[in-house]
Structures are given as C-alpha cells and as structure tokens.
C-alpha cells in the first residue's frame, strides 16, 4: 500500500469515530494493508464469564464466529494470558503458546484451521481486571505465524484505531448525555430555556417551545424576548447580571413578567457557570437557565414532595396548603368553603400519616422541604 492508500485508510479510521459502519471497510483494508489478512474485528469478551460480543469484523466464515461465543470461547488458550498484554501492545498467539502446541489443541483444529488461519495478530485497545476491548488481524494458514513485517504495519495502525475507538465512546456518550438531558428538560411542565452570555437561545425544552409558539408572554428572535417592555428591561438586567458574573452558580435572579393578555409568570435566571472558570478563559455557550412559570401556590413542590412520601390526598394537601397561607383551621374552614371538623379530621389524619402532633412541628416539617431553586428577591 503506498503513502497515499494509507492516509485514505487512516482518515477512514477517523471517520468511522462518528460513521459507525465505515469501520467494515477499514477492517477491509486493515487486512490488505498487513498484507493478505482473511478476517479482522473488533471486538470485546470476559476472560471469567466466557462472554463476548463482535461489533464489527470481516472476512471468516459466519457460523464459526457464533460457534466461537457458542463454545470456542471456552477452549481458547489465548483468553486468559491476552488479557495480561499493555493497552496498545501488540501480540501474536505464538507470543503465547509455543506453535507446535497451538496447533495440537481443539481451538486449532477445530475453529482456526478449517477457516484457513495460521495465526492471530492482536491488540488490547481497552482493558480492566477480567475483560479487554481488542482490534484483531487473522493470518492465513499459508503464510504460517505472525511476522515482523506484519507486526510492524500493525503497529502503524494501531494508534489509530484506539483514538477512533476513544473519539466513538465519548461521541456516544455524549449523545446519550445529551438525549437524557433533553428528555429530562422536557418532562418539566415550567418553559426551561438555556441562553448564552448575550441572551442568545441555545435550547428550549417542550414547554419553552410551547410558550414561544404561543408568543403570548415571550418570543423569540435569535434571543429570548419578553413580550412586556418592563420585564423584558428586567431580563436583561438578569443576563447582565450572569454575564458580568455577579450572580453564584445555584443562585437564581427572580423575574416577575406580565403576558400581553395580563397573565403573570414568574421567571428564574439561573446561572450555570462560576465566574472563576469563565475568567480562566473556558467557553461555555450556554451561561444560564431560563424557568418560566405561572405562579401557583396550590400543589407546590415542597408540598408534592411531602405528599409522595406520606401518601397525603390532594384534599389533604390542598388543606395544608391553605392552612400555611392563612395560618388557623377556622380561617381554613372558611377560606376552603368547607366545615371546621371537615379540616380538622384532615389535619388529625395528616398528623397520623407524617407522625406530629402539632401545627407548629407540621410546619417544620414542611420546611425540610426546600425548593430546588434558591432565588433572589425579583429585580421587577
């Protein structure tokens, strides 16, 4: 293979990072570039469970690669000792067991020989205690053992493919990172908007896109625009704010915004990067997170918090509720339209459930159920 057949290969192997099927066509290769190989793979086994998986491989015949997780594995006399290689290494099964010993045992016989191999060139690309990721060349049987030549065109590759292994893992990684993230965001009922130093939109959740469709209390042009000119001068007071970094990451700059129909929304900037690390020069495109919501006193989320863990009924809750906001079961009673031995049977029942046994240690109970946002007085 010439210098420039080998950069084509060699840019295939990074291209395969992010094009998982192209690694099909650079085993092809891999195998003519260390001259004649029948079959290459990729693949990853447990030396203690006799368990494996192939992601990808070439040539070999189909029925031996499942005969080999099916039985071969187990007979193989190369699986304990290959683990034992360093990451990047290469070793050859004659590096192992002397070849006319290999050749006498059933592996051999019954798995290598009658697919044409003589012998195996391979590499750990990733190990730990019991189990190893590796990149496999076959040698044909008529070539006979591994070689230095076909050890030292191995060696070229090998970098490589362990960086293209790397790149895929952290690619795939960050996908799945990315595809929590946004199914987590989405599951929110407040509009979570992220938003760069400049107020510039990065990503909105299913909420927030709802609420910019609407356009009844934001929009946006590039930037996250509040419809009411005075909330909107209070937003970007809170993006300064983050941009100048003034604001602690966990801190949130509350925002009172008025809809063009008159509704109101409450509105959490919260910064997501410490002004340490942004003077040290590290870009982060999204600087802060945008929680958009009509206020609602009924329900909170301390509240569902504490009812989730003592089973309280929504009447019960809705009781305590009114009974934080108003303080007495008379002034409950009336403020819930219901009789005052209505409350108090839902207060007695309450006290049964959380195990107190007065209003005041209710209270505190409840207290012990902060809200996951730690917010500033509201600038507007």
């Given at each position: 293979?010439?210098?420039?057949?080998?950069?084509?290969?060699?840019?295939?192997?990074?291209?395969?990072?992010?094009?998982?099927?192209?690694?099909?066509?650079?085993?092809?290769?891999?195998?003519?570039?260390?001259?004649?190989?029948?079959?290459?793979?990729?693949?990853?086994?447990?030396?203690?469970?006799?368990?494996?998986?192939?992601?990808?491989?070439?040539?070999?015949?189909?029925?031996?690669?499942?005969?080999?997780?099916?039985?071969?594995?187990?007979?193989?006399?190369?699986?304990?000792?290959?683990?034992?290689?360093?990451?990047?290494?290469?070793?050859?099964?004659?590096?192992?067991?002397?070849?006319?010993?290999?050749?006498?045992?059933?592996?051999?016989?019954?798995?290598?020989?009658?697919?044409?191999?003589?012998?195996?060139?391979?590499?750990?690309?990733?190990?730990?205690a019991t189990s190893r990721a590796a990149f496999m060349v076959a040698r044909p049987v008529r070539d006979g053992a591994v070689d230095d030549e076909m050890r030292r065109r191995?060696?070229?590759?090998?970098?490589?493919?362990?960086?293209?292994?790397?790149?895929?893992?952290?690619?795939?990684?960050?996908?799945?990172?990315?595809?929590?993230?946004?199914?987590?965001?989405?599951?929110?009922?407040?509009?979570?908007?992220?938003?760069?130093?400049?107020?510039?939109?990065?990503?909105?959740?299913?909420?927030?896109?709802?609420?910019?469709?609407?356009?009844?209390?934001?929009?946006?042009?590039?930037?996250?625009?509040?419809?009411?000119?005075?909330?909107?001068?209070?937003?970007?007071?809170?993006?300064?704010?983050?941009?100048?970094?003034?604001?602690?990451?966990?801190?949130?700059?509350?925002?009172?915004?008025?809809?063009?129909?008159?509704?109101?929304?409450?509105?959490?900037?919260?910064?997501?990067?410490?002004?340490?690390?942004?003077?040290?020069?590290?870009?982060?495109?999204?600087?802060?997170?945008?929680?958009?919501?009509?206020?609602?006193?009924?329900?909170?989320?301390?509240?569902?918090?504490?009812?989730?863990?003592?089973?309280?009924?929504?009447?019960?809750?809705?009781?305590?509720?009114?009974?934080?906001?108003?303080?007495?079961?008379?002034?409950?009673?009336?403020?819930?339209?219901?009789?005052?031995?209505?409350?108090?049977?839902?207060?007695?029942?309450?006290?049964?459930?959380?195990?107190?046994?007065?209003?005041?240690?209710?209270?505190?109970?409840?207290?012990?159920?902060?809200?996951?946002?730690?917010?500033?007085?509201?600038?507007?």
């Amino acid at each position: 293979m010439d210098i420039d057949r080998f950069s084509e290969l060699v840019a295939d192997i990074y291209d395969a990072a992010l094009d998982r099927p192209r690694w099909r066509k650079v085993l092809k290769d891999a195998c003519a570039f260390v001259r004649g190989g029948p079959s290459a793979s990729l693949f990853w086994q447990d030396a203690a469970k006799k368990t494996g998986h192939t992601y990808f491989v070439v040539g070999g015949d189909p029925r031996f690669l499942q005969l080999y997780w099916d039985k071969y594995i187990a007979l193989n006399p190369l699986t304990a000792a290959a683990g034992s290689f360093p990451v990047g290494e290469c070793y050859s099964a004659t590096d192992i067991i002397p070849e006319a010993k290999f050749v006498e045992t059933p592996f051999y016989k019954e798995w290598m020989a009658p697919q044409g191999w003589g012998d195996i060139l391979s590499v750990n690309l990733d190990k730990s205690a019991t189990s190893r990721a590796a990149f496999m060349v076959a040698r044909p049987v008529r070539d006979g053992a591994v070689d230095d030549e076909m050890r030292r065109r191995m060696r070229l590759l090998v970098p490589h493919v362990r960086r293209s292994v790397e790149i895929g893992r952290l690619v795939d990684l960050n996908r799945a990172e990315a595809a929590t993230f946004a199914d987590t965001f989405d599951g929110l009922q407040a509009g979570m908007f992220l938003v760069d130093s400049g107020g510039r939109l990065v990503h909105a959740n299913a909420s927030g896109r709802a609420m910019l469709s609407d356009g009844n209390a934001l929009h946006a042009n590039g930037k996250l625009v509040a419809r009411n000119a005075r909330a909107d001068e209070a937003l970007r007071d809170a993006f300064s704010t983050v941009r100048n970094r003034d604001a602690p990451v966990g801190k949130a700059i509350t925002v009172n915004l008025t809809a063009r129909d008159g509704g109101r929304f409450v509105t959490h900037v919260l910064p997501l990067t410490e002004g340490a690390r942004r003077q040290a020069g590290i870009c982060y495109t999204a600087v802060a997170a945008v929680f958009v919501q009509k206020p609602a006193r009924s329900a909170s989320l301390p509240l569902d918090e504490l009812a989730r863990q003592y089973q309280l009924t929504a009447g019960e809750v809705r009781m305590l509720d009114a009974l934080i906001d108003v303080g007495g079961v008379p002034e409950t009673a009336c403020a819930l339209k219901l009789s005052p031995a209505t409350v108090r049977t839902h207060l007695r029942h309450v006290f049964e459930k959380t195990g107190v046994r007065r209003q005041a240690d209710l209270v505190k109970l409840i207290a012990c159920y902060p809200s996951p946002i730690l917010a500033r007085p509201p600038i507007a």
